[in-house]
């Protein structure tokens, strides 16, 4: 139900535009979000839109270099990455949370809908 696209290896400084779209109908009910997972590591929150407001929260590690946008008429959400570093090198995964709590904003486990990740390597 998410379909995620734009990932690809770039040089460090470079930037990249991640894009996913789910298949139902976003709303304000719906946090969009992103998550990444890099090699041996456990799955990390980088950013999200909330779902009531439309406000953005990031990782401390992004703030400033990433940017998370979406587009509810196209129910897709955006990560625009900046400033690219070799540790943002991950398989970056779109998810989708009905009805979240905010203080859970970045917890996977209270997500419903997860894509299929898309590979962003960062050569130095």
């Known amino acids: 139900q998410l379909q995620a696209s734009g990932g690809g290896l770039v040089q460090a400084g470079g930037s990249l535009r991640l894009s996913c779209t789910f298949s139902?109908?976003?709303?304000?009910?719906?946090?969009m979000s992103w998550f990444r997972q890099g090699p041996g590591k456990e799955r990390e929150f980088v950013a999200a839109?909330?779902?009531?407001?439309?406000?953005?929260y990031y990782a401390d590690s992004v703030k400033g270099r990433f940017t998370i946008s979406r587009d509810n008429a196209k129910s897709t959400v955006y990560l625009q990455m900046s400033s690219l570093k070799p540790e943002d090198t991950a398989v970056y995964y779109c998810?989708?949370?009905?009805?979240?709590?905010?203080?859970?904003?970045?917890?996977?486990?209270?997500?419903?809908?997860w894509g299929q990740g898309t590979q962003v390597t960062v050569s130095s």
């Open positions: 998810a989708v949370g009905l009805r979240l709590i905010l203080s859970t904003i970045g917890n996977a486990n209270q997500y419903d809908y």
């Open positions: 139902e109908r976003t709303s304000s009910s719906t946090t």
């Open positions: 839109t909330w779902r009531t407001t439309g406000k953005t």
